[in-house]
T-cell receptor, first 111, second 115 residues
Framework: RKEVEQDPGPFNVPEGATVAFNCTYS??????FFWYRQDCRKEPKLLMS???SGNEDGRFTAQLNRASQYISLLIRDSKLSDSATYLC????????????FGGGTRLMVKP | DAGVTQSPTHLIKTRGQQVTLRCSPK?????VSWYQQALGQGPQFIFQ???????QRGNFPDRFSGHQFPNYSSELNVNALLLGDSALYLC??????????????FGSGTQLSVL
């Protein structure tokens, strides 16, 4: 089993749709969680941190379910510019900042 | 404010050769992490440097080594290149002193092709 696992997609959705991605992680003691966005042939960029109580940033909502060891990302009112790969990132052993990335979920928003 | 810079942007090598990649962290950052990203996969952690020492290491062979300089810049060296080393090599900087310890800022990467 991979330490951080994501559905690779692609998720093909029309503009304006709501789409959700899940990610599972292996270490129940993990404390820090993030979503990064990576555009084609570009570097990953931090999208948002994921807090225990859940958090929202505009059209993006991130949630953590510790009991089931998964985090989720919800995107409302999808825009064409949301097309990218979304990387789930976990600090699995809480040692420094050795972050473990999932394989990424590819999203394609179509007109 | 310069972000993370990496050089070169592209590199072509043959099997058995050695390569050195370079990274300058974002201003104010003192920690550099290196990642390898194969096509269609997520970045894989190679190692991390802080205070000129390797602090953490991922599951990569000794052919992968690095160095950090007093100005916080870093190099990644790969010896005896294999075809499977072809990938995008990403450098990320952060700083525990500024509360961004876990928030990585990435450079645009070096695309290494091994023929």
């Amino acid at each position: 089993r991979k330490e951080v696992e994501q559905d690779p997609g692609p998720f093909n959705v029309p503009e304006g749709a709501t789409v959700a991605f899940n990610c599972t992680y292996s270490n129940s003691a993990s404390q820090s969680f993030f979503w990064y966005r990576q555009d084609c042939r570009k570097e990953p960029k931090l999208l948002m941190s994921v807090y225990s109580s859940g958090n929202e940033d505009g059209r993006f909502t991130a949630q953590l379910n510790r009991a089931s060891q998964y985090i989720s990302l919800l995107i409302r009112d999808s825009k064409l510019s949301d097309s990218a790969t979304y990387l789930c990132v976990v600090n699995l052993n809480n040692a420094g900042n050795m972050l473990t990335f999932g394989g990424g979920t590819r999203l394609m928003v179509k007109p | 404010d310069a972000g993370v810079t990496q050089s070169p942007t592209h590199l072509i090598k043959t099997r058995g050769q050695q390569v050195t990649l370079r990274c300058s962290p974002k201003s104010g950052h003192d920690t550099v992490s290196w990642y390898q990203q194969a096509l269609g996969q997520g970045p894989q952690f190679i190692f991390q440097y802080y205070e000129e020492e390797e602090r953490q290491r991922g599951n990569f062979p000794d052919r992968f080594s690095g160095h950090q300089f007093p100005n916080y810049s870093s190099e990644l060296n790969v010896n005896a290149l294999l075809l499977g080393d072809s990938a995008l090599y990403l450098c990320a900087s952060s700083s525990p002193r500024t509360g961004t310890n876990e928030k990585l800022f990435f450079g645009s990467g070096t695309q290494l092709s091994v023929l």
